[in-house]
């Protein structure tokens, strides 16, 4: 047996070349002008791409069809996509608007829970990439939902309202958006699991004309990725590109809304004997902070100081919260890590009750940044530095499994 002895041979080699040559042709953008050309920045594009070839045929083949629904992690410390938040988990399944699904595990303790129902992608350059685009049609947060006393929940999607958790669906819907936001480091995940209520059948196994489409999907999937970020945002995000090292104002949108939060990204360049101080009131509700790299991927969470919320941020006497963006550790308690990038992005959201701070940037010599704190900016020895780190590693392990 050879090739060409198959009726689908031809087809499935011919998919899996072009496969190939765009994943080949989606690498030359790594040395995209809006990356700089450190040894570190040109690697992080490349991991970047890497990270996500990892997931492309999970989210266009293994998880695709909505019959035999799978709830796929999109996130994790060794995989970032979509501007993630570090203080997030991101999960999707792929729905039709036709079936009646079952979400059913535990609540955990996390302060935002959200589960929205995603609709069709609408067409036009505003778009970003697949598995994105989608419009919110409906959706439920932690708050709203019927939890057992055990911690336990089941949540109904499509088909006839049920009471007490459900959401409905339309003929366009697509997939479900699955949020979890942590402020603590010792809240805990919610587990959950999916399925369609009826099935009463094995799943099938890919045929031939499935695999060649997901060769395609995947293919649109690696060039987007690539080509998307972080021209998509700098064109439709609000994201002021011309002007960095400030916040632009933020505008949520009605989808914003729906999805229970609003957000402003910062694009920052950074000299090698620079700092730049991040200043705003503090105030209710759920915030986050997440410094990013060039493609709008979160730093590394899981090791270093680059991601605050409300309970693990320092407080000046004044009511303002302080974060030093800078190169080396300043021996402050809110130190934000460059990890040795010289251009990234920070990205604030919002979640909850409350409104939104208006945030505020100075952009110092790194000789003068201690004349530029107030006196009692909260210092951190190496000893408490080392023991943050150890808080944030442990945290982040309980988020993910490890």
């Known amino acids: ?71 796929h992690a999109f996130c994790n410390p060794t995989r970032k996509l979509g501007g993630d938040c570090a203080d997030f988990t991101y999960q999707q399944a792929w729905i ?15 302060k935002f829970f959200n589960i929205t129902v995603q609709g069709a992608r609408p067409a036009g350059p505003h778009v970003l990439h697949e598995p994105f685009g989608d419009t919110p049609e409906a959706n439920v947060f932690g708050h709203e939902l019927h939890v057992e006393a055990d911690g336990t929940f089941e949540l109904y999607i499509g088909g006839a309202e049920r009471a007490p958790n459900w959401l409905p669906t339309t003929p366009e819907s697509r997939k479900l958006f699955i949020r979890q936001g942590f402020d603590r480091w010792d809240e805990r995940p919610g587990r959950l699991g999916i399925e369609r209520v009826d099935m009463a059948s094995p799943k099938p196994v890919p045929t031939a004309t499935e695999m060649v ?14 080509t998307s970020w972080p021209e998509f945002p700098f064109t439709y995000g609000g994201v002021d590109s011309a002007h960095p090292n400030r916040f632009p104002a933020i505008d949520a949108s009605a989808a914003d809304a729906k999805r229970g939060r609003a957000a402003a990204n910062m694009y920052w360049k950074l000299g090698p004997d620079d700092a730049l101080i991040v200043e705003f009131d503090a105030h209710e509700g759920l915030w986050m902070l997440t410094n990013m790299g060039a493609f709008f991927t979160s730093m590394d969470f899981l090791y270093r100081p680059v991601s605050y919320t409300p309970s693990r941020t320092s407080t000046d006497s004044d009511g303002k919260v302080r974060l030093v963006l800078a190169h080396d550790d300043p021996g402050v308690h809110n130190w934000l890590d460059t990890q040795g990038f010289e251009r990234g992005n920070l990205t604030y959201r919002h979640m909850l009750e409350g409104q939104p701070a208006v945030l505020r940037t100075r952009l110092v010599g790194r000789a003068a940044l201690d004349d530029a704190l107030p006196p ?22 309980g988020r993910f499994p490890l």
């Open 96 to 110: 039709d608007g036709e079936s009646t699904y079952r979400i059913s595990g535990t609540r955990g303790t996390t």
């Open 376 to 397: 009692d900016t909260k210092r951190v020895s190496s000893s408490e530095r080392s023991a943050q780190l150890w808080d944030r590693f442990n945290g982040v392990r």
């Open 1 to 71: 047996m050879a090739f060409s002895d198959g009726l689908d041979d031809a087809a499935l080699d011919a998919a899996w070349g072009e496969f190939c040559d765009r994943l080949k042709a989606a690498g030359t953008y790594a040395f995209k002008d809006a990356n700089a050309t450190s040894d570190v920045q040109r690697t992080d594009a490349f991991r970047f791409l890497t990270q996500n070839l990892g997931q492309a045929f999970d989210l266009a083949l293994e998880t695709r069809d909505p019959r035999y629904p799978s709830i």
């Open 213 to 226: 489409e997901a060769m395609g999907w995947a293919g649109d999937f690696v060039t987007g990725l690539m």
